[in-house]
């Protein structure tokens, strides 16, 4: 029987991990599962992942933890979705968001053909969808009296990554019954079967186990350096590989906390912007092919100094990644989890939400019998494979579209052998018909039809409306629910605060319980 798990690794992803494997098997108790995590005392987490997508709403309340105390503890916000400048044309005024909401009336209505033939002057999302108003007024997703984890708009969070890891660590430990072991690992030991029997720590020696997890980041020691599970390189599809991050405080304590992230193209790669409520994360993502560390530095730090940041920023911090991911997530009883299954740069903030999605089927599909994991593993590495894959489509999406020619990196960005197979058939489907469920036929997507849609109209990819031509009567449907947009932004925007009168409110007060 499967009894003992081992999570090699801290940080966001053994953690998280361990949380949710830990709530679910009731490792408080003793016919739960054993959840033991081994986390390095000279080996420090990244503490670059400060984005999230709505999944992690259901993921703490899973926990059990409170929402009120994660907002506080972990210098977190409410994110809505992201907000891309400067991606198509580079001119001052490009911009377009992808929001957390789908369009309004999604199922209901032929929106794109409603928009393409009765309101191309406008803006996609804005038309569709409330969420862009939201964020362009810095409002929040709920109101002071919305029960924790319940919506309004749909959202997410921004958090202090490493605060993150060292509060789940708590609750892990204090309320989840959650073995942890601060030593350092010297070497694995193997079996006669090829399976993992146990790692040699430094100070406490041998510690064995029936499933390994590893989440020992970019180094993969037990899945890629012992098991020798081979990675897939992707930095032909997607060429960034270094990233200068850096936090710098508010221009004013008391200025309005963006409630998306803002993603701002720059000649050689992109500046991500996220606000929390006692700083701004900023970071540089680039291409080592196409821009050297200095010139990406003068760039970032450019960018810091407009956007109203202080004049002596402090040293960038430099992460170097290479992308892609793993031939297999699951070999045998070791599984890898978070940066050591692979990793492809932080547009849309996938990483977090992959260790969420990998610790869910983890734990839902746990083997019960070592004959037993041979199965699950193949379920596991067909799911993820295909993950992975769509995570990369989605990235693409968004440079191959780019009208930019200012720099080789964008125009690079389109050439054909750049472009997965799948990624190019679906853009020919999509010049005569718009993204919808029949193109992403698994439950459990990564990015839904509507995803595409904001990404693809955002980035001015129109399809030929005469190909399809609509009726009358559909094109009044898709009209209502512009108007019924319209209607609920007006009360919306109305209704709820500020971000940041909403974050300070709860630091105060919390929030009311479910």
């Not at 399809?463 to 399809?468: E, F, K, N, V």
């Amino acid at each position: 029987m499967i009894r003992d798990i081992v999570i090699v690794g801290g940080g966001s992803a053994g953690w998280l991990t361990a949380a949710v494997v830990a709530a679910a098997h009731r490792a408080d108790t003793p016919g739960g599962l054993r959840v033991t995590v081994v986390e390095s005392p000279t080996v420090g987490a990244i503490g670059v992942g400060e984005g999230t997508w709505p999944t992690m709403r259901d993921t703490l309340r899973g926990i059990g933890v409170s929402e009120a105390d994660f907002l506080r503890e972990c210098d977190a916000s409410f994110k809505q979705g992201s907000e891309f400048r400067g991606w198509v044309t580079g001119a001052a005024d490009d911009r377009y968001f992808h929001p957390f909401m789908l369009p309004h009336g999604y199922t209901q209505a032929d929106l794109v053909s409603g928009w393409l033939q009765r309101h191309p002057q406008h803006a996609f999302a804005p038309l569709v969808s409330v969420q862009p108003h939201l964020c362009m007024r810095s409002r929040a997703p709920k109101q002071p009296a919305t029960p924790e984890y319940a919506a309004v708009a749909n959202y997410a969070y921004h958090l202090d990554a490493g605060r993150f890891g060292e509060f789940l660590r708590r609750h892990c430990v204090e309320r989840l019954g959650v073995t942890h072991v601060s030593d350092h690992v010297v070497s694995v030991t193997s079996a006669e079967n090829g399976d993992i029997a146990a790692i040699e720590l430094a100070q406490r020696g041998s510690l064995s186990g029936d499933l390994f997890v590893d989440c020992t980041g970019m180094q993969s020691l037990l899945l890629g350096r012992h098991c020798g599970v081979g990675f897939i390189d992707q930095q032909h599809v997607l060429f960034n590989d270094c990233a200068l991050a850096v936090q710098v405080p508010h221009a004013d304590a008391r200025a309005e906390i963006a409630s998306h992230t803002v993603s701002t193209a720059q000649r050689n790669g992109w500046v991500w912007d996220i606000g929390l409520p006692t700083r701004r994360g900023i970071g540089h993502v680039y291409s080592s092919a196409h821009t050297d560390d200095a010139a990406a530095e003068a760039e970032l730090r450019a960018y810091v100094a407009a956007s109203g940041g202080p004049d002596d920023m402090p040293a960038p911090r430099k992460l170097t990644f290479r992308p892609g991911y793993r031939e297999r997530f699951w070999h045998r009883n070791c599984v890898a989890i978070g940066l050591s299954a692979g990793f492809i740069e932080p547009l849309e903030a996938s990483a977090i939400a992959l260790v969420e999605l990998s610790a869910a089927m983890l734990s839902e599909q746990m083997p019960a019998t070592r004959e037993d994991m041979d199965r699950v593993a193949h379920r596991f590495n067909d799911s993820f494979r295909y993950r992975w894959e769509r995570v990369i489509d989605f990235l693409k999406l968004h440079y191959v579209l780019s009208r930019r020619n200012d720099t080789a990196f964008w125009r690079d960005h389109r050439a054909d052998g750049s472009i997965p197979d799948r990624l190019h058939e679906l853009l020919a489907l999509w010049r005569y018909r718009s993204p919808s469920r029949y193109d992403f036929v698994r439950v459990d997507e990564v990015f839904p039809s509507a995803s595409y849609q904001y990404i693809l109209y955002g980035m001015g990819f129109r399809p030929d409306a005469a190909a399809r031509p609509a009726r009358p009567a559909e094109l009044d449907v898709a009209d209502a629910r512009f108007r019924e947009a319209a209607d609920l932004t007006r009360r919306m925007l109305a209704g709820l605060p500020g971000h940041r009168d909403l974050i300070t409110h709860i630091t105060q007060h919390g929030l009311p319980k479910i």
